[in-house]
């Protein structure tokens, strides 16, 4: 079973993916498997004009699967966004999921707070596991840690319990 938590900040540039780097980092070098979904509002596309696969997809795929001896990609068409639960069982084999935006999931968070740049703590307290700040900010119960200390934010990921699929 995965442990999933979910890295949110309010608004941009308060440093969720700088937080999801160093965590990826610390949590691989203690021998963990690590997953990652970044939430995109705005929508993206992968495929590159001119490959085969934008080719595939151009031409009427609703799916492309690109796949190689190390790595697979898939280019899904879709009439709704697929829902996180579903999302998160795509990485299930992975010790940690690492979840990127989803601002309203009922995951457990740790929020990024940055000075001058987020104006709240959007997250319920009994959906924190951290708050990640430069800045020290004063919650009752909660944990505030410097959001360059990701070794202690990874000890507080491994002690959360594991995410029923």
Not at 24 to 40: F, M, N, Q, V, Y
Not at 113 to 124: A, F, H, V
Not at 129 to 149: F, N, T
Request: cysteine-free.
């Amino acid at each position: 079973m995965a442990k999933v938590i979910n890295i949110i900040g309010y608004g941009s540039n308060v440093g969720k993916t700088y937080i999801m780097e160093g965590l990826i980092k610390e949590l691989k070098s203690r021998g963990l498997s690590i997953a990652t979904i970044k939430h995109d509002i705005h929508g993206f596309d992968i495929d590159k004009k001119g490959k085969d696969t934008y080719k595939h997809r151009k031409a009427g795929s609703e799916t492309v699967i690109i796949s190689s001896k190390n790595r697979i990609a898939i280019i899904k068409e879709l009439n709704k966004e697929t829902e996180l639960q579903e999302i998160i069982e795509m990485a299930s084999d992975k010790d940690i999921i690492l979840v990127e935006g989803y601002k309203k999931s009922n995951l457990r968070k740790i929020e990024v707070y940055r000075d001058g740049l987020s104006e709240k703590i959007i997250t319920p307290k009994e959906k924190l596991i951290a708050i990640a700040s430069d800045i020290d900010i004063h919650m009752d119960d909660v944990k505030v840690i410097p959001k360059e200390d990701f070794k202690a934010l990874a000890d507080l990921i491994e002690k959360e319990k594991e995410f029923k699929i």
